[in-house]
């Protein structure tokens, strides 16, 4: 409960701590109980309707458990194309599980396994992707997976590919809310796929399109002047019609002359 006070202190308007609080609520419990939305109901003085609103809107939060290893598998298009429903299918024969379901723990197991299939993860230059408590697997095929998901069972160390060694759920929920595990620069950021294009870029001269300073650019007009501009643009619009109109009948009647 300090903790997630400590959330909420942290924002002018504490309301916008709830991300993180229901994040920490799940790395303390492992998913968004009622007993938590209730508590932080209480701390950012809203309804539990509104927290509960929040917790069921975002994917990201469970209202039932997940495993230590919650696995996803990318199932739009491109990953699909690439191999990823091919994945998915294979993991489901695997663990024996549907969407969204953990697996059994067996005898001998260190860790507990979910599996889950998502929307993009927006790393389509390494499709297929999986990712494992938000962390990303590139570039993976059926059998690969399997034996991903058999390491983690069985307790191996396993880094993903473009960041730190896998933690567990209740870990990497603690760290989304806002509380460091000090491995942030562990492992690299970027892969050459994602580099590419800088790469080009830095080949062939290419640069960022050249943009004025700050004081360069016209000030924004006030919303007193917008509207005065407005009114005297139509009184203009409205005398060059009546003007028009008085002409036309003019001549109408020269005609009829």
């Known amino acids: 409960m300090g903790e997630l006070r400590e959330i909420a202190g942290r924002y002018p ?3 916008s701590g709830l991300l993180p609080m229901l994040h920490l609520v799940q790395s303390a419990q492992g998913k968004v109980t009622p007993e938590a939305i209730e508590a932080c109901a209480e701390i950012l003085e809203i309804s539990a309707a509104e927290v509960s609103g929040v917790a069921t809107f975002y994917t990201m939060y469970k209202r039932h458990g997940v495993g230590d290893f919650h ?7 491109l ?3 690439m191999g990823g429903d091919q994945i998915f299918e294979r993991l489901k024969q695997h663990l024996e599980i549907g969407n969204d379901e953990v697996a059994d723990k067996r005898q001998g197991d260190q860790y507990s396994v979910s599996l889950e299939h998502v929307e993009c993860n927006a790393a389509c230059d390494y499709a297929p992707v999986v990712m494992v ?3 990303f697997m590139d570039n993976q095929t059926p059998e690969g997976a399997v034996q991903m998901v058999e390491s983690l069972r069985a307790g191996h160390d396993v ?3 473009r960041g730190p060694k896998l933690c567990t759920w209740r870990e990497a ?7 460091p595990d000090g491995r942030v620069d562990e492992g690299p950021s970027a892969g050459p796929a994602s580099l590419a294009g800088l790469e080009i870029a830095r080949e062939r001269g290419w640069t960022a399109p ?4 700050p004081g360069a650019i016209a000030p924004t007009p006030s919303k007193e002047s917008a509207v005065a501009e407005a009114d005297t643009s139509r009184a203009e619009s409205e005398t060059i019609d009546e003007s028009s109109s008085a002409d036309e009948s003019a001549a109408e009647k020269r005609e009829a002359q």
């Open 79 to 81: 990953c699909a194309v």
């Open 210 to 213: 050249h943009v004025p300073a």
């Open 71 to 77: 696995v996803g598998v990318c199932t739009n298009t």
């Open 133 to 135: 408590n938000w962390e």
């Open 173 to 179: 929920e603690r760290v989304l809310a806002g509380f």
């Open 159 to 161: 880094r993903s590919t």
């Open 13 to 15: 308007e504490k309301r």
